[in-house]
């Protein structure tokens, strides 16, 4: 069982106390919209013994609850930075920090010529099944479904493999690109059924802002490599075009590429000694 926030010592406290492992959470911390194991949540819980630990998301904080909170414990007690929506909703020690709307960077007007081309295209896509809520807006960002969220977990796993095979994602962003060459979006495809629409520089990178700002709060200094500062990223969409691409790329990161969560156990067991 993951223990309480209450019995870590604060950041500066901690034996590593200048790193953070920050984690993706889909096929990650967990296989793709499901709970994070037993197993994972304790490795974790070991670890932030050690030093900071964080997860950085595109999916909004009420999913990343659902996969790695409980109904009795809350996921932002569990980690000691909380990255929703690429950090544009965020947590740090359970207490929120400022966040930013994309709607209000976009415009309504172009919001929703955006939303009803991706209406428009998705009516005309020929695949196996379609369900629900194509287009998911959220705080930071919107996300694309081709298939809908709705679609029951065998129904991602088919349309996954349909996707890989028939480059149905790939292919729309192309088509975003083309359409919109002016707006100054990125695309990122992501997880197994969507992707993301976000402003440039919107991407996970976006919360290394608050990771830097901690010195001046902590004195804890994350970014002074000379001091041991070092930034762990661990992910599993980290080729280009991923959702991992950008901070796993960063020059402030470490990154490791992940296969899938028992991937990300090993390599944090090999690097701490846990």
Known sequence: ?????????????????????????????????????????????????????????????VKQQEQLGTPSINVTSLFDFCFSENGLTAFRMGQPLASASFIGWLGEDKYKELVNFCLKYISELDIPIKRGTFVEFRNGMIN?????????????????????????????????????????LTYSIGGQISFDVFPHGWDKTYCLQHLAAEKGVSGVDFMDEANGGKIHFFGDKTERGGNDFEIFEDSRTVGHA???????MRIVREIFGL
Request: with cysteine; charged share 25%; hydrophobic share 35%.
């Open 258 to 264: 992940v296969r899938d969560p028992d991937d990300t």
């Open 1 to 61: 069982m993951a223990e309480a926030a209450s019995i870590y010592p604060p950041l500066e406290a901690r034996p590593l106390k200048n790193t953070i492992c920050l984690f993706d959470v889909d096929g990650t911390l967990s296989p793709a919209r499901q709970n994070a194991s037993p197993e994972m949540l304790q490795l974790l819980s070991a670890l932030r013994h050690k030093c900071a630990i964080g997860f950085v998301g595109g999916s909004n904080l």
């Open 144 to 184: 694309i479904s081709p298939i809908g969220r709705n679609a029951s977990i065998p129904e991602r796993n088919a349309y996954e493999t349909h996707d890989k095979a028939h480059s149905i994602r790939r292919d729309f962003v192309s088509a975003l690109q083309k359409k919109f060459p002016t707006y100054g």
